[in-house]
């Protein structure tokens, strides 16, 4: 049904969406084929234009902290390539094969979003394929640059339906040397949110701040980076036994983060946010709905696993928060969003007709 | 067209007291911070509240009349240079602090409230992280429009990481909103559009902030090198090592002479430059972290660390004030505000010291070091025939030789109308016509102020070609966003 295409270069691909939207045959970008059930199933005829093909890390320039990516190139490969001068890119998901491309075009995030946002934040420039044949840029590759449209951000999270991002500008950060998680935990839900709350409102300088919640009991975890990670971490110890969390502190830390990454995936993953104060009321949903729940207590982003999927589950949580779904089964009856203000749509729409005046970027 | 119908209906919708129309009265507005330019509008309008906003640009929209949006107008760009015949919309009222959130982290507030004021607001815990050096005065809604920055960014990052939702009146009166004091909210992220678009895709009425709590200790230091190359290196090293300060900023002797007449800070007035590191954090990361910076600037001339809050204070203030006190190297000053990949500060620094000697002129040299945001100060006497313009090729030329470094005409000031000149050296046609896509989804009709941001004027037309409904779309099954 679907023809996969995986073109040479960026030229080649912007000719093949051209030539796809010329003959009004939908198009979806295909990266690490990691979240292609996040949208709405690929329309009959459709086209799939891969980026694997695209892969080169086309510049690290470690002095400046900044890379140019095409956007095939494996999220790992690209953290692998880094590490070796000491840097990152400040963006972990949950995916083992996630391309960067895909990554920044779900503006799919990890706990590093804590401390150094999504990829709206890190991505500094782009370059842009659309379904009239146009290859375009925005943005450039320093790390500070006002000039013209951020035409990067309206991409990020597009899921593609504006057109290709066939190349990027990322911002780096220093690895750091050293870290520490202290963790807390307790099995009320108010209990917890306080002791995540404390963090969140602490001077702390926090490499990572997550809760989760799974079967009627709770962890906040409180990540420290740096030189001197330690006496932090045993200031956020006293911050959470203040509140009355059991407490522990974790030098070798990297599992704990590995498991919040991981319950960011499952048969029924929803992604929820509100204002942070309001987690008391999502843990108790959490619990009565089955979920685990994994998040960023500072930011109020959620992600609540269901084993067992089910539409009304999404409805409910719909009341009240923002819902979005990601990971489900393809026979199950959601939309993806929920609603959008009208008024915002309108808008949207607006954008999409201009930059995909065919309509086949779906 | 001063008393003409719109201007009867702009009288109508704020009160006679608040539309300017006076020729001595409007000279006021005729410029921003950069004084090289001047446009005298046919009226100004200051609205109260978003719905009068709402209602004036819709009026606008109706008489089919051009507008633009001000707020301090401490611009350095004329990115609120009024347009001739057109409206300047005055967002000076529009002042007020709606809400604040701390356990959240949010405050809501109107587009006429101060920088400094928000983070005044959510003192002394809180902070809202972007500091441009106009902070006393600059307005929020202005840090929008141009997604302003100022020294804390290297660490900290810019408006449009701390803005999480908009009420935005758009160039037809209507009015939307983005985001809100949540996060992530669905569809297209026109909120990061939006922030930076330089007032061309509409007026942003309420606006959330995110603010974070206050670094727990801050260490200051200022250091002094015979040259801006040695002070380059020491920056080098500093990133190098993994260390990401609050602020790395450099001044070269030029900016330190007039910063020091200014403050009396008790600079040397022969060091070839100045450079201040701030690192902020938790104490014992901060000492740790502090007592290595300090070592590497072991080639220093001098040192001097901020003892105190007053001793931190006066650094920054010498350091913010060497805009206004070039008046004491030269009559007029032109300032540029390009990007360099850092690594390249010393070959460029090297390029603009040689055209400043080609062209007789002198250029102060103010910095932000981590993030490559040069502030060149081109100086001269507007008195003096030619000198102006010889200044202005001057300011010219240094932007190419940042281009051409790899950086950008702008990090933080904005294109406005003074640079968009330079666009094209940055992006080429199709470029300049995807950021028209967006412009022209907001704004069809071009009247949110016209004449900025792109190089030359350009109009909508229709949307090219037809839209297709996917099949699942016209089912009912999904949508686009």
Known sequence: MHVAEAPATREELGAALAAAAEAGTPVRFRGGATKLGWAPPVPPGAVELSTSSLASIVEHNAGDLTAVLEPGVLLADAQASFAKAGQMLALDPPDGGATVGGVVATADTGPLRARYGGPRDLVVGMRVALSDGTLAKSGGKVIKNVAGYDIAKLFSGSFGTLGAIVELSVRLHPLPPDTSTTTGSSTDADELARGAAALAGSALEQHGLDVRWESGRGTVLSRFAGAAPRPQAEAAELLLRREGLSTEIVDDDEALWDKQRAAQRGPLVVKVSGLPTRLPDLLRTAGELGATLVGRAALGVYWLRLEEPSAAAVERLRHGWIAAVQDRPADLDVDPWGEIDPAAQALMQRVKERFDPAGVCV | MTDGPLVERLRGIVGTEHVVTHRRQLATYESDGLLQYAVTPAAVVLPGTSDEVAAVVRACHEAETPWVA???????????????????????????????????????????????????????????????????VCTIGGNVAENSGGAHCFKYGFTTNYVTGLELVLPDGSEVTLGGPELDHPGYDLLGAFVGSEGTLGIATKIWLRVVPKPEAVRTLVAFFGSTVEAGEVVSRIVAEGIVPGAIEMMDNLSIRAAEGATGAGYPVDAGAALVVELDGSEAECATRFEHVIEMCEGADSVRVAKDEAERELIWRTRKAAFAAMGRIAPNY???????????????????????????????????????????????????????????????LIVKVCVDAGGSITGEHGVGVDKKRYMPSMFDEPDLATFQRLRCAFDPDGRANPGKVMPTPRLCGEVPGPYRRHPLEQAGVAERF
């Open chain 2, 334 to 396: 032109y300032v540029q505000d390009s990007v360099i990949p850092r690594t390249r500060l010393t070959e460029v620094l090297a390029k603009i010291d040689e055209l400043a000697q080609e062209h007789d002129l002198q250029v102060a040299n103010v910095f932000h070091a981590g993030d490559g945001n040069l502030h060149p100060l081109v100086c001269y006497d507007g008195a003096q025939p030619g000198e102006a313009e010889r200044a202005e090729e001057l300011a010219g």
């Open chain 2, 70 to 136: 001000r707020g301090a107008g401490s611009g350095l760009s004329g990115g609120a240079l009024p347009v001739e015949d057109g409206i300047l919309i005055a967002l000076s009222r529009l002042r007020r602090i709606l809400e604040v959130d701390i356990p959240n982290g949010r405050v809501l507030v109107e587009p006429g409230v101060t920088n400094i004021a928000v983070s005044q607001a959510v003192a002394p815990t809180h902070f809202f992280p972007p500091d441009p050096s106009s902070q006393i």
